[in-house]
C-alpha cells in the first residue's frame, strides 16, 4: 500500500513537473532562438542547446531599435505610476475608512463599480482629454492618465478596514495627526497589501500595450511592449530576422523573469488577492 | 468611533486623490456615453446629435454581429479551459509533496511575463513552416494545420495563447481555495467511504464553487478585454475571424475614427460587462454559505 | 473476547519522536470509555488510528477480533464525531446527515426515515433545511452527533465535541450523548481534557501523559485511589494537596507531626496527599498553613495557602473569618489519605492509624 502512494505521488510529481515545463517552454524556446544561427532555427527549431552561440543577435537588435531607451521609459513610468497610485488610493482607502463625511457611501459605490468596467470605455475620450492638455504623444501624459487605480484603492480598503479602531484612537489621543496615522501607524501596519499591490501594479503597468500604443508615436518615447511590436513588425515576418526578433523580445521578456525569479514568493502570495487589473 | 473630518482633511485626504479618478474614470464614461449618440470623427471640429442611430447601425451591422459571436465563442473555449485545467492542476498541487513552490513558479510565470512579447514567441512556435508545433506534428505524422491563416485555427491559436497566460493564475486562486478546506471534511469523507471522484464531485467542487464563481467572472471580464495576443499574432484577421469586439472597437475608433460607433460599441462592451458582474455578485450571494 | 483490543500500538510521525510506545487497552462492547490527558498527549492519534484516519506504525488493532490495521476507514464501521463539527458547509443538515448513507448506496425512503427518527432524538427536526453557516455551535455539534447515529455503527469515537461549546449547553449535551449512547447500546471513545466531562459521562475513564496510560478506572476509582501522582494533581479541582513526608529512624513526619503508620515501608521515602474536601481547619492541629488567599465559591470557599513553603488548599464550609496572613490549623480525614512514592511518584498502599 505504501509502494502505491509512492509511485502515485512520483506520477504526480512528474505529470505536473512536464506541465509545468510546457508553460515556460515558450520562455526557453525565446532564449534558445535568440542565440542561434537563422539557418539553425530554420532547419532545427526543436533543438534545445544550439550548436553555435550568435551573441551579435542581441548587439543587431540593438542597433536595429532604441530597446534601452524603451525599457527605461517603460521602467520610470511604471515607478511613477505604482508610487503614485499607492499614494493617491492610501489617501482615498484611510478616508474611507476612517472619516465619517458626506458622500462616503456613494463614493465607494461608484469605485466598486468603476472595478469591473473596461478601461476601453474611457478610452476615447481620455485620449481627448490628454489632447487638449497637450499631453499626447508624451510619457507625462502617461503617467497622468494613469493615475488613478480602483483595484488599488479596493485593495487598500479592504485591508484597512482590519485595522483595530483602538489603535487609531490612541495615537488620535497621543495627539498624532491623520496625515502621521496614515503614513506612520496605519501604511506599516498593512505592508501585504502594499506589497501586493505594488507587485500587481509593476506587472499590470510595466507589460500595458493597449492604452500607451494610442498614445505614444515617436520610436524615442515608447514603452517597452509597444517598442517591441513595432520593431517586431517591422522587421517582418521573414525567415532571417527571426534571431533578431527573438533576440529584441528576450530583452523585453528577461526583466520581468528576472524581477520574477527575485521576487517570487512574493508574486504568488499576491496575486491571490488581485482579480481585475487595474 | 469615526472621526468627523474637516474640510482640509477632506481636500487632503478625498478631493484631491480622487481629481485622477474623476479626469480619466468618470468624465470618460460619461462622455463616452454622450459621444455615443454623435457622429463625430475626430477630426472635424463640429458634430451632429444622431440619436440612437449609431447603436442601431452597429447591431445591425454584420462586422458587430460577427465580432459579437467571435467574442462569445473565443469567451467560452477559453474560460471553460482556464478553469477546468486551473482547478485540476490545483487538485494535484495540493497533493504534492514536493517542489510544490517551484512548479506553482513555473505555473504561474506566464502570467507575469508581458504578453506582447510571448505573443510574439507564440507567433514563431505556430509558425506553420518552421514552428516547434508543425514540426512535432511532422514527426508524428499529425495533419499541420496553417494556424495563423485559416481562420478556425487562428481563434484557436488565440485561444491556446489566453489559456497558456491564464491558467496557472486560476490555479493559484483554486489551491489556496482548496488549502483553506478542513482537513477533517476530507477524513469525514473517508469515514463515509467515499472514492475518490466522489469526494472530489461532492466535496470539492461545491466547497470551491465561490472561488469558480469569482475566476469565471474574472476571466470573462478578462477574455472581453483581450487584446495584445490578437493585435499581435492575427491582428483580427484572417478575414476578421478573430476580430472581437473590443478589436474591432479599436479598429472603429483609432485606424476608422467613427468615435460616435467607436463609443457606442464601447459602451455596448460596458453593458455586457456590468450584466455579467452583476450576475456573478446575484450568484455569490446564492452560493456563500459559510 | 473484548470488542476493541489495542495491541502495543505504536505510532510515529513522519521523522518525528514517538508520540505513542506500545500502548495496550482493552475495551468491551457497550462501554463508554473516556481518553482524559492534558493537551498533546495523544489522545486524537490514539482516536485517528482506531479510525483508520491514520497508519498505525507498529502493533495491532483488532476489532472483533480481527485485524484492522490495513482496513481504510469506510470498512472499520466506525462513526467518528469530530472536533471541529467537519459538518459540510454546502449542504443541509438533512443532507449532511444522510449524506453517509446516500453514498453507501441507500435507499432515499430509508435514508429519509432515519434522519427524520435522528433529528427527533437530537431536537433538529425545525432545522434539517437549514444551512450548517446558520446554526448555533450546539445545534451543529447535533447535527454531527446525528450524522453519526444514522449511520448506526458498532463503535461511535468523538473527539472532544463538546470544546467549543459555553458550559451550560455543555452540561445538557453530555447527558443527551451519555443517554444516546445507552439507546443506541453503543460502544463510544470519548476524548477530552476536561476532567467534569470524563467524570460525569464515563464508565471507564483512561488517564493518558505523554502518550502513556496512567490510570484505568472508574471514575470514582481514579478520583478516590490515583495510581500515580500525575493522576492526584490532574483529576480534581482543585487538585490534590501533595506535601513530602520527612523520615527519621523508620519514622515519618509531616512537617514536625509524627504520622504512625499501620504499615512497615521501611525507609521508602513517601509523598503525602489529601484532597482538600478531605481537609479541614482545626486549630488544634499540629500541622500549620498560612492563608494566603481565600477563594469563595457561593456554598463553600477554598483557602488557599502555604504549608512551610508547599502550596495547600483546604475547602472550608464555616462562616468563620480567615485573614491573609493568618496561621491556622489544618486537619484532615484520616480515611482518605494517599501516599506516594517520591521516586517512582507511583501510589504506595499505606494506611494510617486512627
Ligand atoms: N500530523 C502530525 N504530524 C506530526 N506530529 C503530530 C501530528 N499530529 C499530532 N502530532 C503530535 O503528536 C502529539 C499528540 O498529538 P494529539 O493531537 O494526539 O494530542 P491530543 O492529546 O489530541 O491533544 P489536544 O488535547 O490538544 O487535542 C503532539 O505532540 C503533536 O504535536
Ligand atoms: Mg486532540
Known amino acids: 500500500m505504501k509502494k502505491v502512494q509512492k509511485i502515485q505521488g512520483w506520477a504526480l510529481f512528474i505529470i505536473l513537473l512536464i506541465i509545468g515545463l510546457l508553460m515556460v517552454y515558450p520562455m526557453i524556446w525565446m532564449l534558445v532562438s535568440s542565440v542561434k544561427s537563422a539557418n539553425e532555427i530554420l532547419n532545427q527549431p526543436l533543438q534545445l542547446i544550439p550548436r553555435s552561440f550568435h551573441f551579435d543577435n542581441f548587439t543587431n537588435a540593438l542597433k536595429a531599435a532604441p530597446f534601452m531607451q524603451w525599457l527605461w ?88 478596514m482590519s485595522v483595530p479602531k483602538g489603535i487609531i484612537e490612541a495615537a488620535r489621543s497621543d495627539g498624532a495627526s491623520e496625515w502621521t496615522i496614515l503614513w506612520q501607524i496605519v501604511v506599516p501596519m498593512n505592508k501585504n497589501a502594499v506589497l501586493n499591490a505594488t507587485l500587481i501594479g509593476f506587472i499590470t503597468n510595466f507589460n500595458g500595450y493597449l492604452w500607451p500604443s494610442l498614445l505614444l508615436n515617436d520610436t524615442k518615447k515608447q514603452v517597452i511592449s509597444v517598442g517591441l511590436n513595432s520593431f517586431s513588425n517591422t522587421q517582418g515576418a521573414f525567415d532571417q530576422t527571426f534571431p533578431i526578433i527573438m533576440a529584441g523580445t528576450t530583452i523585453a521578456v528577461v526583466p520581468l523573469i528576472i524581477v520574477y525569479v527575485i521576487l517570487q514568493k512574493y508574486f504568488v502570495q499576491s496575486s491571490k488577492t488581485s482579480s481585475i487589473k487595474g | 468611533m469615526e472621526m468627523k473630518a474637516s474640510k482640509r482633511q477632506l481636500l487632503l485626504f478625498v478631493v484631491i486623490p480622487l481629481i485622477p479618478l474623476v479626469v480619466f474614470w468618470i468624465i470618460p464614461l460619461i462622455v463616452s456615453l454622450w459621444l455615443s449618440f454623435t457622429d463625430w470623427n475626430y477630426i472635424s471640429p463640429t458634430f451632429d446629435y444622431v440619436g440612437i442611430k449609431n447603436y442601431t447601425q452597429l447591431f445591425a451591422s454584420q462586422d458587430f454581429q460577427q465580432a459579437f459571436a467571435h467574442t462569445a465563442y473565443f469567451t467560452f473555449f477559453s474560460v471553460v479551459p482556464i478553469i477546468v485545467f486551473g482547478f485540476l492542476l490545483a487538485v494535484g498541487l495540493n497533493k504534492l509533496k ?71 493564475w486560476a490555479a493559484l486562486f483554486f489551491s489556496d481555495a482548496l488549502a483553506k478546506i478542513p482537513s477533517s471534511l476530507f477524513e469525514v469523507s473517508d469515514m463515509e467511504g467515499l472514492s475518490w471522484w466522489q469526494k472530489i464531485w461532492y466535496v470539492l467542487i461545491p466547497l470551491v464553487s465561490p472561488t469558480t464563481l469569482f475566476l469565471v467572472i474574472v476571466m470573462i471580464l478578462e477574455c472581453l478585454q483581450a487584446y495584445d495576443q490578437i493585435t499581435v499574432l492575427t491582428q483580427g484577421g484572417p478575414a476578421g475571424s478573430t476580430t472581437t469586439l473590443l478589436y474591432l472597437y479599436y479598429q472603429l475608433g483609432f485606424k476608422q475614427f467613427q468615435m460616435g460607433s467607436a463609443t457606442a460599441l464601447s459602451i455596448v462592451i460596458l453593458v455586457i460587462s456590468a450584466i455579467l458582474a452583476y450576475i456573478s455578485i446575484r450568484m455569490s450571494r446564492k452560493h456563500t454559505y459559510y | ?79 467518528m464525531v469530530f472536533q471541529n463539527y467537519a459538518l459540510y458547509p454546502h449542504m443541509s443538515v438533512e443532507k449532511n446527515m444522510g449524506f453517509g448513507l446516500k453514498m453507501r448506496g441507500i435507499d432515499k425512503q430509508i435514508i429519509k426515515q432515519k434522519v427524520t427518527d435522528a433529528a427527533k432524538i437530537l431536537n433538529l427536526t425545525d432545522y434539517l433545511d437549514k444551512f450548517p453557516g446558520n446554526l448555533s455551535g450546539g445545534q451543529q455539534q447535533r447535527v454531527a452527533l446525528g450524522r453519526a447515529i444514522v449511520r448506526e455503527s458498532e463503535i461511535y469515537l468523538m473527539d472532544e465535541p463538546l470544546s467549543n461549546l459555553d458550559a451550560k449547553l455543555r452540561a445538557v ?152 496572613d493568618q496561621e491556622i490549623g489544618v486537619g484532615f480525614t484520616a480515611q482518605q489519605v494517599s501516599f506516594f512514592d517520591q521516586v517512582s511518584t507511583n501510589r504506595v498502599e499505606a494506611n494510617l492509624w486512627k
Not at chain 3, 32 to 39: D, E, N, R, Y
Open chain 1, 73 to 160: 521609459n517603460s521602467a520610470w513610468t511604471t515607478v511613477v505610476i505604482v508610487f503614485m497610485q499607492l499614494f493617491f488610493s492610501s489617501l482615498i482607502a484611510y478616508a474611507l475608512t476612517q472619516f465619517k463625511f458626506m458622500g462616503r457611501n456613494v463614493l465607494f459605490a461608484i469605485i466598486l463599480a468603476t472595478y469591473m468596467l473596461p478601461s476601453a470605455t474611457t478610452y476615447i475620450p481620455s485620449y481627448v482629454i490628454l489632447g487638449k492638455m497637450h499631453l499626447i504623444n508624451s510619457l507625462i501624459g502617461l503617467v497622468i492618465s494613469n493615475l488613478a487605480n480602483v483595484f488599488v484603492i479596493f485593495l487598500l480598503r479592504q485591508s484597512f
Open chain 2, 98 to 168: 514536493r517542489s510544490y513552490k517551484f512548479i506553482q513558479a513555473l505555473l504561474f510565470a506566464p502570467w507575469v511575463t508581458p504578453l506582447i512579447g510571448m505573443s510574439i514567441v507564440w507567433g514563431w512556435i505556430f509558425n506553420s513552416k518552421v514552428g516547434p508545433i508543425n514540426q512535432i506534428l511532422h514527426i508524428l505524422h499529425l495533419p499541420e494545420p496553417q494556424w495563423l491563416t485559416n481562420p478556425t485555427a487562428a481563434m484557436w491559436t488565440i485561444i491556446i495563447v489566453t489559456i497558456w497566460k491564464n491558467a496557472g
Open chain 3, 1 to 79: 473476547m473484548d470488542l476493541i483490543e489495542l495491541k502495543r500500538i505504536n505510532k510515529q510521525y513522519e521523522n518525528k519522536e514517538k508520540v505513542i510506545e506500545d500502548f495496550d487497552l482493552n475495551i468491551k462492547k457497550g462501554d463508554f470509555t473516556v481518553f482524559l490527558g492534558p493537551s498533546g498527549c495523544g489522545k486524537s492519534t490514539l482516536l485517528r488510528m482506531i479510525a483508520g484516519l491514520e497508519k498505525i506504525s507498529a502493533g495491532e488493532l483488532l476489532i472483533n477480533g480481527e485485524l484492522q490495521n490495513d482496513l481504510p476507514p469506510k470498512e472499520r464501521n466506525i462513526a
Open chain 3, 173 to 324: 449535551m453530555r447527558e443527551e450523548i451519555v443517554t444516546l449512547h445507552k439507546q443506541m447500546a453503543a460502544t463510544t471513545i470519548y476524548v477530552t481534557h476536561d476532567q467534569t466531562e470524563a467524570m460525569t459521562m464515563a464508565d471507564r475513564i483512561v488517564i493518558l501523559n505523554h502518550g502513556d496510560i496512567q490510570q484505568i478506572g472508574t471514575p470514582k476509582e481514579v478520583y478516590q485511589r490515583p495510581q500515580n501522582m500525575f493522576v492526584a494533581s490532574f483529576i480534581g479541582i482543585p487538585p490534590m494537596n501533595l506535601i513530602p513526608l520527612k523520615n527519621h529512624d523508620g519514622k515519618y513526619y509531616l512537617e514536625n507531626a509524627e504520622l504512625s503508620l499501620k504499615d512497615d515501608l521501611g525507609n521508602q521515602p513517601l509523598v503525602f496527599g489529601i484532597r482538600p474536601e478531605d481537609a479541614f481547619v482545626d486549630n488544634a492541629a499540629p500541622l500549620k498553613m498560612k492563608v494566603t488567599y481565600i477563594e469563595d465559591m457561593g456554598a463553600d470557599r477554598y483557602v488557599h495557602g502555604l504549608v512551610n513553603g508547599t502550596k495547600f488548599t483546604l475547602r472550608d464550609g464555616s462562616n468563620n473569618d480567615y485573614q491573609v
